[in-house]
């Protein structure tokens, strides 16, 4: 039986040999969706170039908070004890997301389809509640649908990670269902980044374990010359 799998490509927008890999992949149609980082120093250069593929590409926000120049980014240890700690400012957090929105829709000139968060930072505690705020308050007709990290495809070389993430993300799924906001049915696509890991064969494994909504993460670049 056919699935149906939602391959989204990250950190549009972060780099033009980023960039330019996934607007490749898109103009190929061997992507589903994009998740664009609007604060990155690519993303007013390459941002245009993709509206073209919206008939058929899934352009999302990925929210972020921990990589570039802003004087507010820090590094994701810092948010993922302030917010299990529950120590976070969620009215910084509500603005930092407004101004990011505003970024993406200025550009593409429509609310993003979906968002999700650079390494995550949407599914911590607090700053998830601040997103489905956010999405229940300025969006609310159409709304955009949110990555959700569980449950998890497994079988890569980041078991650490995944349960880092899986305990951080915990919940997330059900508040989401609560509140009426789409959200993917499965994830996969963690793993550990390692040039020489062997990813045709994580990504075949996860294509096996996927059931239909699933969507599968992955980082496209060029090689730097």
């Excluded at 593409?108 to 997103?131: A, C, E, N, T, Y």
Aim: aromatic share 8%; proline share 6%; hydrophobic share 40%.
């Amino acid at each position: 039986m056919a699935k149906t799998i939602i391959l989204c490509a990250d950190d549009f927008g972060q780099d033009p040999h980023i960039s330019e890999a996934i607007l490749a992949l898109a103009a190929n149609k061997r992507l589903s969706a994009t998740s664009c980082m609007t604060t990155g120093e690519d993303w007013l250069h390459h941002g245009p170039a993709l509206k073209p593929f919206q008939t058929h590409l899934d352009i999302g926000l990925h929210f972020n908070l921990t990589h570039g120049k802003e004087s507010y980014f820090q590094p994701l240890n810092n948010w993922l004890l302030r917010a299990l700690l529950r120590q976070i400012d969620k009215g910084f957090v509500e603005k930092r997301l407004h101004e990011q929105l505003d970024r993406f829709e200025h550009t593409m000139g429509h609310p993003p389809d979906f968002i999700d968060g650079h390494q995550h930072i949407h599914s911590f505690p607090v700053i998830r509640d601040v997103l489905i705020n956010v999405i229940r308050e300025r969006f609310p007709s159409k709304r955009p649908y949110v990555r959700t990290l569980t449950p998890m495809l497994h079988g890569a070389d980041s078991q650490v990670k995944a349960l880092i993430v899986k305990g951080a993300s915990y919940g997330l799924s059900r508040a989401l269902k609560d509140q009426g906001i789409r959200h993917n049915s499965q994830f996969g696509g963690l793993y550990s980044l390692r040039p020489l890991a062997p990813y045709r064969d994580f990504m075949n494994l996860w294509l096996h374990q996927a059931s239909s909504g699933t969507l599968i993460m992955c980082h496209p670049g060029l090689a730097l010359k």
